[in-house]
């Protein structure tokens, strides 16, 4: 339970930072499996790399498909220029999502439970629906730069509701790429939503197509206005979709796992364009873990 200072912190920050939130064990279990999803992962003639300087490398197709599956992304610098692994495939991947929660046994379990629940309800959410899950893993040397966004962005909805949960899974630290945050920039002036990544899907019933749009021109924080989150394993920080944040490279030798969800308001109205919406083959849910409905095949 969230107390009456952490509430103020929220609403004055936009972010709070909550260690020792996950113990070591479930942790151990989301990291080895973490690295048997990547292990098993056949890569194939479909690489897909993901870059948010770039995400021209990233076909819209296996985004798309990834939204209801448990995709592996390459990190940019992962590939030659032909395509092939310039570094072994353990320490090659970006990212895998987005349907962790909700296909992946423990990471379903790591990501339901009353605690989870209880959060989200503080924080104000009437009905929480997980969208989208993501092991990120910031390899040592080439883990690439999340540049500044606002995870609103990714999932409108009416009104504004999105909150992310960010898991330390390993240490976040100033070397291996914590992340940076602007604190109270989720509110005043500068609060505004600068872009949304709409999903075109054309009436003649071609290719949907992933698009950026700008919608306002305030500027990206400078680094004197962001604050770094060095934090521990096991450290929950959760913020809201207007919050700026971003994360640099990790040159170091170490890597940086982190896992998020991204959860809205079933109350709020959820865009038709975000690009992750979920078939009837397998609805959105809640935070309560509700072990009728685990677990799910992977497809
Ligand atoms: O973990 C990171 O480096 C960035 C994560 C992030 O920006 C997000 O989940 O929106």
Not at 47 to 67: E, G, I
Not at 251 to 275: I, M, Q
Request: charge should be negative.
């Amino acid at each position: 339970m969230l107390s009456p200072t952490q509430i103020e912190t929220w609403h004055r920050d936009g972010f709070l930072v909550l260690p020792g939130f996950k113990h070591a064990d479930e942790l151990a279990a989301a990291c080895r499996r973490a690295h048997e999803i990547v292990a098993a992962f056949e890569p194939g003639a479909h690489s897909s790399r993901f870059s948010t300087r770039d995400r021209s490398q990233l076909s819209d197709a296996a985004l798309l498909a990834s939204a209801e599956a448990v995709h592996c992304f390459f990190e940019e610098e992962a590939l030659d220029d032909a395509g092939r692994l310039r570094v072994p495939k353990a320490l090659s991947i970006n990212k895998i999502g987005h349907a962790l929660h909700d296909r992946d046994p423990v990471f379903d379990a790591f990501s339901h439970g009353p605690a989870l629940a209880e959060l989200a309800a503080d924080l104000g959410l009437e009905q929480p629906q997980v969208w989208q899950s993501q092991v990120i893993f910031k390899q040592p040397h080439i883990g690439g730069e999340v540049g500044w966004h606002q995870d609103a962005s990714f999932f409108v909805t009416t009104p504004q509701t999105v909150i992310t949960l960010w898991f330390a899974l390993e240490d976040a630290t100033l070397d291996n790429g914590c992340l940076w945050v602007q604190p109270g920039g989720h509110r005043g002036p500068g609060s505004v939503l600068r872009e949304q990544y709409a999903c075109e899907r054309p009436a003649d019933g071609s290719a949907p197509r992933l698009v950026m749009r700008a919608l306002d021109s305030t500027p990206w924080p400078t680094t004197d206005e962001a604050r770094p989150l060095p934090v521990a394993a096991g450290t929950l920080v959760v913020f809201p979709g207007l919050l700026p944040h971003y994360s640099p490279p990790n040159r170091s030798p170490k890597s940086r796992l982190a896992y998020t969800l991204h959860v809205t308001d079933g109350t709020a109205v959820y865009a038709a364009e975000n690009w992750l919406q979920r078939s009837a083959r397998l609805p959105v849910r809640g935070l309560a873990y509700l072990p009728a409905l685990t677990p799910r095949a992977m497809p």
